[in-house]
């Protein structure tokens, strides 16, 4: 290993780690790009293939076993249908459907649990069938007999707890299906990002669905979205200021008090 002796290697040495270290937190904290951007808006994401980002995974669902298609000769009408002519509702790889998502959602949830307890002890052998006399030869030798112990305790909890929430939301997503599953379940997904005032908000919506549940003016609910997940957030300025710093957020997580 090989040292360094004089002080302006040392020196140097210390301001190369200082920069790398810099570096490191900067990119780790994606603020490298943040700071390439100042002044600017923030940038959109491109359309994409969702099947083909990074880190997609086809979803797999318990299915029922494969049925055969049954054929209707001499039939015009078909089934599932709710016109005579195609159905105009999205059902293949690539259809577009609008998920409405409306939430209106409030819980008011109220806690409390007291505990006491008192204990009390005494202890005495003031005939021990003779060997009282000896007790001294090995506890001190002032033990009285008829004292031995003595002693007492008192705890108490008191704990309280309140929660309070209220959401409201209320939005309109156009999703795309991205698969088929065997049993002709759908799996959509929709993105919509709208940039504000240097601020861009984003809504992310993923689930299931099943194709009957879609309406004739190709719309669901929300909650007809099974495995639904759903995402509605921000980055640009206005977020920045609403999150604290990372490394307020690091100190958070390691700091045990």
Excluded at 26 to 31: D, K, M, V
Aim: charged residues 20%; contains cysteine; glycine residues 6%.
């Amino acid at each position: 290993m090989t040292m360094i002796k004089s002080p302006a290697s040392r020196k140097s040495f210390l301001r190369a780690c200082l920069l790398t270290t810099t570096l490191i937190s900067l990119s780790a904290c994606n603020a490298w790009d943040r700071m390439t951007s100042v002044g600017d808006n923030p940038k959109l994401a491109p359309i994409e293939d969702p099947t083909h980002s990074n880190g997609y995974v086809p979803v797999k669902m318990p299915m029922p076993p494969p049925s055969l298609a049954s054929s209707e000769p001499n039939s015009l009408w078909h089934t599932g249908a709710r016109a005579f002519f195609r159905d105009q509702r999205a059902s293949r790889v690539g259809d577009i459907l609008t998920v409405i998502v409306t939430i209106s959602d409030s819980a008011s949830v109220s806690n409390e649990t007291k505990r006491s307890r008192n204990n009390a002890d005494t202890a005495s052998a003031a005939n021990l069938l003779g060997f009282e006399s000896h007790l001294k030869d090995f506890l001190p030798k002032t033990v009285e007999p008829s004292s031995l112990l003595n002693t007492a305790s008192t705890t108490s909890n008191d704990g309280a707890g309140s929660i309070a929430r209220s959401e409201q939301i209320d939005l309109r997503v156009a999703a795309t299906i991205i698969q088929v599953l065997p049993n002709g379940n759908l799996v959509v997904q929709g993105k919509q990002q709208v940039g504000i005032n240097y601020d861009v908000r984003e809504l992310t919506i993923t689930g299931v669905i099943r194709p009957q549940d879609i309406s004739s003016s190709n719309t669901i609910s929300y909650d007809q979205v099974a495995e639904a997940r759903i995402v509605y957030g921000g980055r640009g300025i206005i977020q920045d200021v609403q999150q604290p710093r990372y490394g307020e957020q690091f100190l958070d997580i390691v700091m045990p008090f």
